[in-house]
């Protein structure tokens, strides 16, 4: 047995080996990779042309070797993967990663650790806690508070959106846990009508249903309108549970006004949760911080350190003011976390998550925090925002172009002018996309004056490395796909309406 083990590599760390595995495979990447956002052609091809490359959908009875293997996944991430380092890549909350964040998360991975007991990863545990710690500093909370790493923001909302059931429970005396959530008389969830689909996802979830959710109304800065909100609290027919601001809408980076919420929900006494998973990185700059002024008045906050804060997903966290009220997720297993072992002080955060198994995320974001301090991530995000603003001085000096939202965060919308708004718009995202051009995103949006929403372009801007000069040239070749697109959508025009006359 010992010899036929002996055979493969050594499944410890490794970390000779694990530094020599990811050299080859980065090379592999750079001297295979296509040159441009997406591989050129259309998406049927390209997943049709990875799927073939793998062969027969089952697993193989005899594997082709770890260099071979490496080498095969390295290249078809290449040649038909996504380049979000590439100066045309513009289109998600997706940042291109930093190189000493990628080294750490391997570091993870080649740890294994897991951080819901102190058994499972001593070391990676209380670098959880610190920067736990530093993180709600920096959002303004007290000792008191506490907070825990997750997949992604929608994960982070759902925990927050459940620790605020079962606080509206408990001043009511309802224990969810025995009497279910129809206990808790009509519950609402209150948030802006462009707030995260994830608030409605997790209302779901928790069996509060989508309609608990009601959706205020917002101004021509797409942020929650303060009165709106009074007024739908003051109608309300059943039990507030949560008002949720945003911090950095995802069409938009707006931010509701904290200050004016924070307010309204301290005199109806109704947990304030803030959704900043895109705007919680401008308290890493001077210049920025003040857009999330009164966040620190929030029961609870979602972070997002894989969209500002360049790091690979997943880096997400929810804070809470006061941690005591993680004990709604408490549990002990006896052969996990018994309480005996606990009082000892081996227990960790399986109190504070829905997972059990949990990934040292952290290792990345306490890398990156050293590396860098508050002052080197805050640059990187003045230089998108101006990246941003040079985008949006670029759209209001082309007459063939409409700017739909000022600049707040990083985030550019807009649209191309032209007969035959929602075609051309789609039509020309999705032809930047497939001749490998550019990769840009894509919204619909109410503008002043119509009814109906309108498909809006959107650049979302979180590579530090982008240019001015980058932008304008984006835009050149943007205008030059456009005006093929509204040849071709007219010509068709012209020959349906030949063809209905005849």
């Not at 027919?237 to 301290?266: M, R, S």
Request: charged fraction near 20%.
């Amino acid at each position: 047995m010992t010899d036929d083990f002996n055979r493969f590599a050594a499944p410890g760390p490794g970390w000779s080996e694990v530094g020599d595995a990811l050299s080859r495979m980065a090379t592999t990447v750079a001297d295979r990779h296509h040159g441009s956002p997406l591989p050129y052609g259309a998406p049927g091809e390209m997943l049709t042309a990875v799927t073939d490359a793998l062969g027969p959908g089952r697993l193989p009875d005899d594997g082709i070797g770890e260099d071979r293997a490496l080498t095969q996944v390295a290249e078809l991430v290449a040649r038909y993967g996504l380049d979000l380092t590439h100066r045309f890549t513009a289109a998600h909350l997706q940042p291109p990663p930093l190189t000493v964040s990628v080294a750490a998360d391997a570091l993870a991975s080649a740890t294994n650790a897991s951080l819901d007991t102190y058994d499972s990863g001593p070391a990676t545990l209380a670098i959880e806690n610190w920067t736990i710690t530093a993180l709600a500093r920096l959002a303004g909370f007290g000792p008191s508070a506490g907070g825990v790493f997750g997949p992604g923001g929608s994960f982070s909302n759902l925990l927050a959106m459940l620790i605020a059931r079962d606080h509206a429970a408990a001043k009511l005396r309802i224990d969810t846990r025995h009497h279910g959530v129809a206990a808790l008389p009509r519950p609402l969830v209150f948030c802006s009508r462009v707030a995260h689909f994830s608030i409605n996802r997790a209302c779901a979830t928790l069996g509060l249903g989508e309609s608990a959710v009601v959706a205020v109304d917002v101004d021509h800065h797409h942020r929650m309108i303060p009165a709106a909100l009074e007024a739908a609290l003051d109608a309300a027919d059943g039990t507030p549970v949560a008002i949720v601001a945003t911090a950095g809408t995802t069409d938009f980076g707006t931010v509701d006004p904290l200050p004016e919420i924070a307010d309204i929900a301290g005199r109806h006494d109704v947990w304030l949760h803030v959704d900043a998973a895109y705007g919680f990185g401008s308290l890493f700059s001077d210049r920025l911080r003040h857009l999330v002024h009164g966040i620190d008045r929030a029961d609870s906050v979602t972070l997002d350190l894989h969209k500002i804060g360049w790091q690979p997903a997943a880096a997400s966290l929810l804070l809470l003011r006061d941690e005591d009220l993680f004990s709604a997720l408490n549990r002990n297993v006896a052969y996990l976390n018994p309480e005996d072992d606990e009082e000892a002080g081996f227990g960790g955060l399986l109190g504070h998550t829905l997972q059990t198994t949990r990934r040292p995320d952290v290792l990345k974001v306490l890398t990156t925090f050293l590396a860098y301090g508050r002052s080197g991530l805050g640059d990187m995000l003045d230089t998108c925002h101006a990246v941003a603003r040079h985008a949006q001085a670029r759209i209001t000096a082309e007459p063939q172009l409409e700017l739909v939202a000022q600049v707040s965060l990083t985030t550019v919308v807009f649209r191309y002018r032209c007969q035959n708004l929602d075609t051309v718009n789609a039509e020309l995202r999705r032809r930047l996309i497939s001749s490998g051009t550019a990769l840009i995103g894509r919204t619909r949006v109410r503008i002043a004056g119509n009814d109906a929403p309108s498909t809006c372009l959107k650049l979302t801007l979180l590579n530090p490395n982008t240019t001015g000069s980058d932008i304008d040239e984006l835009f050149d070749e943007l205008l030059r796909h456009a005006l093929e697109v509204e040849s071709e959508n007219a010509e068709y025009t012209i020959a349906e309406g030949v063809q209905a006359h005849d």
